[in-house]
């Protein structure tokens, strides 16, 4: 990756972030950016305006611009699976025939939704894990509340616990299941349906399946088979007849309005030059953290609690998608790609993990996001303290504490004062959305999509592939076959322990 090389090569210098403010008066301008009702500010990153400019080079010299038009037309661009990636056609922008079949689709999933939401069903059991699962769940938890349809179950986990839970919670003369699987293979997915269709003594042909398999899905007998297409992978399938669960909570329309603001953000990342571009910018900033910095950690903070799953619903997105150690060619990788991602919702967990990211010894980039119109009607000062938290500990980060500051605050004990200081210089970004409405919603997470995309790119990586998830699985259907592989000593024993 030589066009890399040199991003590597300034990495080893190391970054004073309050001084770059102070020796680059355009800082500000330059690193915020705006689209879709979004609000981006990367001028508190440890990234120089001049690195940024090699960044933005470097998406030249990596054929960002192509990799993006494969993209947006429905190219291949899948390599290793030999296919395009067609979310986007789910929002309207892709090749014609894709967004066709899309917009079929669409009307089939909003013809079922209004016959669920009509026919005086009072709960919905979706079965599905992985994207699923986590986009479905997203989409509930963030919008759902306001929503005056059945109300959604979202069970992903093999573990019984999670399903007894959601049948305990339902009736089963007034409860439809909804299965959701990519193969309709998916161990974990098949065996939950099979224990909801027992226990609420229903029939097959009384459930709706979604899955890019749709002659599985009848075979199995599914009584309505809403099918999407193999080239949209699980992570991005929430766009697809996968979002089926907001139209039923929430209405079709809002279905529709989710995938108009994905397609407003798609537009944005298609049409905007690279340096005023919102996924473009922020990607930049992911590979110079990781890859020139080697910070390999990136936390993300929701100050909403409607947004509480999003950092689980990233961690998919971003490490599933870039978290590979080989390039297109499967040549190795001369640096890190994905970072961890990994976060929770403030205010809560300024006082769980937040002393880690203030004065721990391992630094990365921390992004806060917050909306600015608060959907409750409590009292304002509920929604002053949460902003003023959120602006705050970004703030603070950045700025520190003194030794000298602190030895004042301390009455002059030096021990105490050292406790109490803090380096400050630490990096950090704020994304603020006007409101949370699915338009908004559904531009913030084809903003990440896209974000993680450019990322890619750069790294010469291929995003859509999954093969790290594979091992696993078929090492576990090894042990509950029976079949010996020569497992470790550990494993063996674990094994015999477990009566496996």
């Known amino acids: 990756m030589d066009h890399l090389a040199a991003i590597r090569a300034a990495g080893a210098e190391p970054v004073d972030i309050r001084a770059l403010f102070a020796g680059e008066p355009d800082r500000l301008s330059r690193l915020s950016a705006s689209a879709c009702g979004l609000h981006m500010d990367l001028s508190r990153l440890a990234l120089p305006l001049p690195v940024l400019d090699q960044l933005l ?7 960002l611009s192509g990799w993006r038009a494969r993209l947006l037309g429905g190219e291949v661009v899948n390599l290793s699976e030999g296919r395009a990636a067609t ?11 894709d967004v066709a079949v899309a917009q079929a689709a669409a009307a089939d999933v909003a013809r079922i939704a209004d016959q669920l939401r009509a026919d005086g069903v009072s709960d919905v059991i979706l079965i599905g894990i992985g994207g699923s699962a986590l986009g ?18 979202v069970v992903s986990n093999i573990d019984g616990e999670a399903l007894h839970r959601a049948l305990a ?40 399946a979604i899955t890019a398999r749709p002659d599985r899905a009848a075979a199995w007998g599914a009584g309505h088979v ?20 907001l139209a039923i909570r929430c209405g079709p329309d809002a279905l529709s309005q989710l995938r108009a603001g994905a397609a407003a953000m798609d537009a944005h990342f298609r049409d905007t030059p690279l340096d005023r571009n919102l996924p473009v910018l922020a990607a930049l900033a992911d590979v110079w953290a990781a890859h020139g910095q080697g910070q390999q950690t990136r936390g993300l903070f929701a100050y909403d609690e409607r947004l509480r799953l999003l950092p689980s619903y990233l961690q998919q997105l971003e490490m599933e998608s870039n978290g590979k150690g080989v390039a297109h060619d499967g040549s190795p990788l001369p640096g890190p790609t994905a970072a961890i991602t990994w976060g929770g919702t403030g205010t809560d967990a300024q006082h769980a ?21 608060p959907a409750h009607d409590l009292p304002a000062t509920h ?14 980060l950045l700025k520190g504490r003194s030794f000298e500051a602190a030895l004042a605050l301390s009455g002059g004990d030096a021990a105490l004062a050292r406790a109490k200081t803090f380096s400050g210089n630490r990096p950090s970004s704020t ?41 696993g699985k078929e090492l576990a259907n090894a042990l509950l076959a029976g079949e010996d592989l020569g497992f470790d000593p550990s494993t063996a024993r674990l094994v015999a322990q477990a009566g496996l």
């Open 87 to 97: 979310h986007t056609a789910e929002r309207g922008i892709g090749s014609p025939a």
């Open 383 to 396: 929604h002053r303290q949460l902003l003023a938290n959120c602006i705050a500990q970004g703030a603070s």
């Open 353 to 373: 993990v937040f002393q880690l990211i203030h004065q721990g010894t391992c630094v990365g980039p921390v992004e806060f996001v917050a909306v600015l119109e």
């Open 57 to 63: 080079a470097a998406c030249t010299a990596a054929d």
């Open 169 to 208: 919670a339902c009736q089963p003369a007034t409860t439809r299941l909804v299965v959701i699987s990519k193969t309709f293979t998916t161990a974990e997915t098949m065996t939950n349906a099979e224990t909801a269709l027992a226990r609420l003594a229903g029939r097959r042909s009384d459930c709706i």
């Open 431 to 471: 994304l603020l959305l006007d409101r949370l409405d699915p338009a908004t919603l559904g531009g913030l997470i084809a903003f990440y999509e896209h974000r993680t995309f450019v990322a890619a790119v750069l790294l010469g990586i291929n995003p859509f592939d999954q093969w790290g998830v594979e091992l």
């Open 136 to 153: 479905p769940s997203l989409l509930n938890d963030a919008l759902g509340r306001d929503g005056d349809g059945p109300t959604i179950h």
């Open 226 to 245: 809403l099918p999407f297409a193999e080239s949209v992978g699980g992570r991005y399938s929430l766009w697809s007849a996968v979002g089926l669960p």
